[in-house]
């Protein structure tokens, strides 16, 4: 897949095939646009480009907003695309002056006269432009005009997917990982650097990595317990994963992000890993004592490892 961040690095891009969106978790419903990119530009021996933008419009447009967490980092994003079989995509750096053109503009002056797009698919409820005044029935009007055709994604096609990127996060905060897998169709990841700790799981026989992630507007699921796998140095290795406060055996009041890897006794400090969660297994509590503590650990062990083995 190749990527561009300008136009003036976009030399030629043979009859292009043409979506727009954030599209953050690249979900099912994202997944059906770009399956049917891909197909209509093989049509017309073309190729399928996605408009996106960074950072996300609402960055942007509500800059004292600092609610908004992401499903993906861009890394994330870019690579989950270029494994759909997406040619071509767009970043295009999201600003207010470019928030105010209007739908007329865009279309003439990016897809048109820089891009010569012929076909541009779009979902039937997808709007742009200040105001948001580009719309499907816009389209297809301005479409005769500069020569390029408008294919719908119908709604009974994405009202049945019924998912959206909203729903995928509430799911995520709500520490419903099965229900946001679905959605997304691969398992919710984040990325992070081991980083150094205070070692108390060693003391009692559950040693963890300590995650620091690698972008602060990353999405963290709700606290608790966790079924995962984590890519340590290209191997996928299982594990159970808490996020929270550790309440039994300190009193500090950060939350972390800690792993303990079956069956694993390397030292990964600085190492960068990611992490699948597959499952969330139970809430986080405080135990009385570490006796307690340990006891409930390998109850949890014991469990989390049926359950990857009936998901992977």
Request: proline share 4%.
């Amino acid at each position: 897949m190749k990527i561009f961040n300008d136009f003036n690095s976009i030399l030629s891009i043979p009859n292009p095939v043409l979506t727009i969106g954030t599209f953050d978790g690249v979900h099912i419903g994202h997944q059906k646009i770009i399956e049917q990119l891909n197909k209509e530009a093989k049509k017309i021996n073309g190729e399928s480009v996605l408009f996106t933008f960074y950072p996300h419009p609402r960055m942007v447009l509500n800059p004292t907003d600092h609610g908004l967490k992401l499903i993906q980092t861009q890394e994330e994003k870019l690579d989950k695309l270029s494994k759909m079989g997406l040619q071509n995509c767009i970043v295009y750096p999201f600003t207010h002056d470019f928030s105010q053109l209007t739908a007329l503009e865009f279309v003439r002056d990016f897809l048109v006269k820089q891009l010569k797009v012929k076909k541009l698919v779009i979902g039937y409820d997808h709007q742009f432009g200040k105001n948001r005044e580009g719309s499907l029935a816009y389209l297809k009007t301005v479409s005769k005009k500069f020569d390029f055709e408008v294919i719908e994604i119908p709604a009974q096609e994405i009202d049945a997917v019924n998912v959206s990127s909203t729903k995928i996060r509430e799911a995520i905060l709500k520490g419903d990982i099965l229900l946001a897998n679905e959605f997304l169709r691969i398992p919710f990841q984040i990325i992070g650097t081991v980083v150094d700790g205070k070692k108390l799981g060693r003391t009692i026989g559950y040693p963890t990595a300590n995650i620091e992630l690698n972008s602060d507007l990353k999405l963290v699921p709700a606290k608790g317990v966790y079924a995962v796998r984590i890519n340590v140095k290209g191997i996928w290795r299982k594990g159970m994963l808490n996020i929270g406060f550790k309440p039994t055996i300190s009193k500090e009041n950060n939350q972390t992000i800690e792993v303990n890897i079956f069956d694993f006794t390397e030292d990964i400090y600085g190492e960068k890993v990611i992490v699948q969660f597959l499952s969330k297994w139970r809430e986080e509590q405080k135990f009385d004592g570490i006796e307690a503590l340990k006891i409930q650990l390998k109850k949890d062990e014991e469990t989390i490892r049926s359950i990857i083995d009936s998901i992977i």
